[in-house]
């Protein structure tokens, strides 16, 4: 049953833009396909480790920037623009994770959260590098070479999403990758017993470190696709809602697991463009602001693990009552 | 010499307020061991019925104050009673991520009551400076100092001399002997977050009139009120007093030296570099931190 879901999800996504008329529509799947990266990112730090980042819209938008200011001002190719744009924020992470050390909880939040504040007020203020507020418009398109048609643009809505899809199953795979890893295995056992763990020679800040690096460079990529596609950054992109709508789809959709993230991504990108019509922003983020409370009461692990669940009980052999 | 002075009788008078709001923050973060990120929005909720108080009531700034605080307290014992005391037995991340969740709701719950366009507080005090000496200042900024200097004292001989207080105290250094020698957990519990949130909403009832009233203004406070509890150390009064003025005096001198548009900064770096070299405060004895 389980791979019958899997094999559907991949054609259902692997052929979306053949039955996705709507331009809009399209916008909004690859906005979930960025967003998607974003939180997959934030759980390796949320779900993994146990620590929240409540600066994780710096590294995206320190991606975002990197892309855009390597493309518009040095004209270099966007292909290496977005390579850049993962490792400059990964470097970022690596010296946050260096500086956490051994603060953990609410202390490795405000250091976060601080950085954050840091870079944004930055963005508005270099004018010379970021032209502050007006931010950086004209950011060129992404270009593939294929053999025997040379370069084709991925300007149109279809032919982007494809990238992001490969950047989200790519994304995905790091993940797993990591999860049933030695790492993964390391993250989990400090999360659940610190001292227990590097009693038995796992190096606490080591791995913290190693987990904060590939997030931080996660959410850069997310930054650098987000660039290429909407073409235009401005300081908004370290916007605070950009984080707790990570936040949110990580916790909603289920925090340590690999599928939940993307879950999460995918319900809180449609379902809001779904109710546009009836509600405004600030309604949306009001019931973001409930939601978040809500599941946290009553769903406190998330969709996903829930469903899996409810799913395992119902599919499992009753046992015999004698 | 002269702009030096005037910054820092400035900074004082800022501090003043960012001193109330670190006090608050330093009760609930310290003592109930609550990452409260909503604390911003008792700030804004202040700023906001002041605004109301004196526009759309009519009441005089005076009144409009005491009012203030006692809303500010309503609103955040409903918010411990609901949200806090079902989660007494949740993890630290639990209640951090819920304080959250009532940040971005209330905050946006502002912006749809009062939208997004900045509003400007009118006070009976005239704009004239008063000019004493060397220095200059505003007759509202003198009266803020002086209102937020009397709130301190008051906080501070209800948790110093007062029963209400002594139980606060007992509470947090050990609950259960607390409550067996007849303290009423619950009750201290949701008191101590409304007093928190009630000195929180002075400080937006203070600096409302000072500056401008808008939903998104309490994101800052929030993170100003976190960096004046680092500096003076969780759960630290006086810390948190003393903080407050250094990081209003900190930040006058860095908008008037530096540059006006780092302003902001200088709470995150304070911050980080308490993180680094003294995560447990300026004034505090050794303590563990995480």
Redesign the interface.
């Given at each position: 049953m389980k791979r019958v879901v899997g094999v559907v999800l991949v054609v259902v996504a692997g052929t979306a833009p053949f039955w996705v008329w709507n331009a809009y529509h399209l916008h909004t799947l690859i906005m979930a396909g960025i967003f998607s990266i974003l939180a997959m990112s934030l759980n390796l730090l949320l779900g993994y480790t146990?620590q929240?980042s409540?600066g994780h819209a710096a590294f995206f938008g320190i991606g975002a920037y990197t892309s855009a200011l390597l493309t518009l001002k040095l004209e270099w190719s966007p292909w290496v623009g977005l390579l850049v744009a993962i490792l400059l924020p990964a470097l970022a992470g690596f010296v946050i994770g260096r500086?956490a050390l051994?603060?953990?909880?609410?202390?490795?939040?405000?250091?976060t959260?601080?950085?954050a504040?840091?870079v944004s007020?930055v963005s508005?203020?270099w004018m010379a590098l970021t032209q502050g507020p007006l931010g950086l418009p004209g950011i060129p398109p992404v270009e593939l070479t294929l053999p025997g048609l040379g370069a084709v643009s991925l300007r149109s809505k279809g032919a982007y999403y494809y990238l992001v899809l490969g950047a989200v199953v790519l994304a995905y795979g790091v993940c797993r990758r990591l999860v049933h890893s030695r790492l993964g295995r390391a993250l989990v056992a400090l999360r659940e017993n610190e001292p227990l763990a590097e009693s038995v020679g796992v190096d606490g800040t080591h791995y913290l470190v190693l987990a904060t690096i590939v997030s931080a460079g996660m959410a850069g990529a997310g930054g650098g696709l987000y660039a290429h596609y909407t073409r235009f950054v401005s300081p908004e992109v370290f916007l605070?809602t950009y984080t707790?709508t990570m936040?949110i789809m990580v916790?909603a959709g289920g925090k340590g697991t690999l599928a939940g993230p993307v879950v999460g991504a995918v319900i809180f990108t449609v379902v809001p463009e779904a109710l546009r019509a009836f509600a405004?922003w600030?309604?949306q983020?009001?019931l973001?602001?409930?939601?978040?409370?809500a599941t946290?009461?009553f769903m406190?692990r998330g969709i996903v693990p829930e469903l899996a669940d409810g799913w395992a009980d119902h599919w499992r052999p009753r046992p015999r009552t004698p | 010499m002269e702009p030096l002075l005037q910054h820092l009788l400035n900074g004082l008078l800022l501090g003043s307020t960012y001193s109330l709001l670190g006090i608050g923050l330093t009760l609930i973060?310290g003592l109930m061991n609550v990452?409260n990120f909503a604390h911003g929005e008792f700030y804004t909720l202040g700023a906001y019925v002041t605004f109301a108080g004196l526009t759309v009531a009519s009441v005089s700034f005076v009144l409009a104050i005491p009012l203030t605080i006692l809303a500010g307290m309503a609103v955040g014992a409903a918010c411990e009673r609901l949200?806090l005391r079902?989660?007494r037995a949740a993890s630290?991340?639990?209640t951090?991520?819920?304080m959250?969740?009532?940040?971005?709701?209330?905050?946006?719950?502002e912006?749809?009551i009062w939208g997004g366009v900045a509003k400007s507080v009118p006070t009976p005090f005239s704009t004239q400076p008063v000019v004493v000496g060397p220095v200059s200042v505003a007759p509202l900024r003198l009266f803020v100092f002086a209102v937020s200097a009397l709130l301190i004292a008051a906080a501070h001989l209800v948790l110093a001399r007062t029963k209400l207080g002594k139980a606060m105290r007992a509470t947090f250094q050990d609950r259960e002997t607390a409550a067996l020698m007849g303290v009423s957990i619950e009750r201290i519990h949701t008191i101590t977050f409304a007093l928190g949130a009630g000195l929180a909403a002075a400080a937006g009832a203070l600096l409302g009139p000072v500056f401008l009233v808008y939903p998104s203004m309490g994101?800052l406070a929030a993170?100003k009120a976190?960096?004046v509890v680092?500096l003076g150390g969780l759960g630290n009064f006086a810390g948190a007093a003393v903080g407050g003025l250094l990081l209003g005096v900190a930040e006058e001198l860095g908008a008037g030296y530096v540059?006006s548009?780092?302003r902001?900064?200088i709470?995150?770096?304070i911050?980080?570099a308490m993180?680094?070299c003294r995560?447990s405060g300026l004034f505090a004895r050794a303590e563990r931190?995480?």
């Amino acid at each position: 049953m389980k791979r019958v879901v899997g094999v559907v999800l991949v054609v259902v996504a692997g052929t979306a833009p053949f039955w996705v008329w709507n331009a809009y529509h399209l916008h909004t799947l690859i906005m979930a396909g960025i967003f998607s990266i974003l939180a997959m990112s934030l759980n390796l730090l949320l779900g993994y480790t146990g620590q929240l980042s409540l600066g994780h819209a710096a590294f995206f938008g320190i991606g975002a920037y990197t892309s855009a200011l390597l493309t518009l001002k040095l004209e270099w190719s966007p292909w290496v623009g977005l390579l850049v744009a993962i490792l400059l924020p990964a470097l970022a992470g690596f010296v946050i994770g260096r500086l956490a050390l051994k603060l953990r909880g609410a202390y490795f939040v405000l250091l976060t959260i601080s950085f954050a504040g840091v870079v944004s007020l930055v963005s508005v203020n270099w004018m010379a590098l970021t032209q502050g507020p007006l931010g950086l418009p004209g950011i060129p398109p992404v270009e593939l070479t294929l053999p025997g048609l040379g370069a084709v643009s991925l300007r149109s809505k279809g032919a982007y999403y494809y990238l992001v899809l490969g950047a989200v199953v790519l994304a995905y795979g790091v993940c797993r990758r990591l999860v049933h890893s030695r790492l993964g295995r390391a993250l989990v056992a400090l999360r659940e017993n610190e001292p227990l763990a590097e009693s038995v020679g796992v190096d606490g800040t080591h791995y913290l470190v190693l987990a904060t690096i590939v997030s931080a460079g996660m959410a850069g990529a997310g930054g650098g696709l987000y660039a290429h596609y909407t073409r235009f950054v401005s300081p908004e992109v370290f916007l605070f809602t950009y984080t707790v709508t990570m936040v949110i789809m990580v916790v909603a959709g289920g925090k340590g697991t690999l599928a939940g993230p993307v879950v999460g991504a995918v319900i809180f990108t449609v379902v809001p463009e779904a109710l546009r019509a009836f509600a405004s922003w600030q309604w949306q983020m009001l019931l973001y602001g409930i939601l978040l409370i809500a599941t946290l009461f009553f769903m406190p692990r998330g969709i996903v693990p829930e469903l899996a669940d409810g799913w395992a009980d119902h599919w499992r052999p009753r046992p015999r009552t004698p | 010499m002269e702009p030096l002075l005037q910054h820092l009788l400035n900074g004082l008078l800022l501090g003043s307020t960012y001193s109330l709001l670190g006090i608050g923050l330093t009760l609930i973060f310290g003592l109930m061991n609550v990452v409260n990120f909503a604390h911003g929005e008792f700030y804004t909720l202040g700023a906001y019925v002041t605004f109301a108080g004196l526009t759309v009531a009519s009441v005089s700034f005076v009144l409009a104050i005491p009012l203030t605080i006692l809303a500010g307290m309503a609103v955040g014992a409903a918010c411990e009673r609901l949200l806090l005391r079902p989660l007494r037995a949740a993890s630290i991340d639990t209640t951090m991520l819920v304080m959250i969740g009532l940040w971005i709701a209330l905050q946006n719950a502002e912006l749809l009551i009062w939208g997004g366009v900045a509003k400007s507080v009118p006070t009976p005090f005239s704009t004239q400076p008063v000019v004493v000496g060397p220095v200059s200042v505003a007759p509202l900024r003198l009266f803020v100092f002086a209102v937020s200097a009397l709130l301190i004292a008051a906080a501070h001989l209800v948790l110093a001399r007062t029963k209400l207080g002594k139980a606060m105290r007992a509470t947090f250094q050990d609950r259960e002997t607390a409550a067996l020698m007849g303290v009423s957990i619950e009750r201290i519990h949701t008191i101590t977050f409304a007093l928190g949130a009630g000195l929180a909403a002075a400080a937006g009832a203070l600096l409302g009139p000072v500056f401008l009233v808008y939903p998104s203004m309490g994101d800052l406070a929030a993170l100003k009120a976190f960096s004046v509890v680092i500096l003076g150390g969780l759960g630290n009064f006086a810390g948190a007093a003393v903080g407050g003025l250094l990081l209003g005096v900190a930040e006058e001198l860095g908008a008037g030296y530096v540059s006006s548009g780092y302003r902001d900064a200088i709470g995150f770096v304070i911050i980080v570099a308490m993180l680094l070299c003294r995560p447990s405060g300026l004034f505090a004895r050794a303590e563990r931190v995480g």
